[in-house]
Nanobody, 116 residues
Framework: EVQLQASGGGLVQAGGSLRLSCATSGFNFVDYAIGWFRQTPGKEREEISWLSILDGSTWYQISVKSRFIISTNNAKNTVYLQMNNLKPEDTATYYC?????????WGQGTQVTVSS
């Protein structure tokens, strides 16, 4: 069974940092890409970063590109999102995502709140 479990959210002051984790199981981790998305009430879920486990290539939404870093620990089948210099507009529920065999799988979401 494919599972993604996101964790690491919390409350932080503007300018602070958090590291989100996405622990995965049930599929051959190294063959896929893992994405991070976020969503605020009343808005669509937006993609913010991707990592191809196979070749290490990454992508970032322009609003986070200089502040967030996506990485992986292949031994733990886990993808991380290091978030630095957080801003109040980063406040959202964060989800990790994988498309495994043409099916969508989402982590359960972890709340990030950035106070000004």
């Amino acid at each position: 069974e494919v599972q993604l479990q996101a964790s690491g959210g919390g409350l932080v002051q503007a300018g602070g940092s958090l590291r989100l984790s996405c622990a995965t199981s049930g599929f051959n981790f190294v063959d896929y890409a893992i994405g991070w998305f976020r969503q605020t009430p009343g808005k669509e879920r937006e993609e913010i970063s991707w990592l191809s486990i196979l070749d290490g290539s990454t992508w970032y939404q322009i609003s986070v590109k200089s502040r967030f870093i996506i990485s992986t620990n292949n031994a733990k089948n886990t993808v991380y999102l290091q978030m630095n210099n957080l801003k109040p507009e980063d406040t959202a529920t964060y989800y990790c995502y994988a498309d495994v065999s043409w099916r969508d799988y989402w982590g359960q979401g972890t709340q990030v709140t950035v106070s000004s």
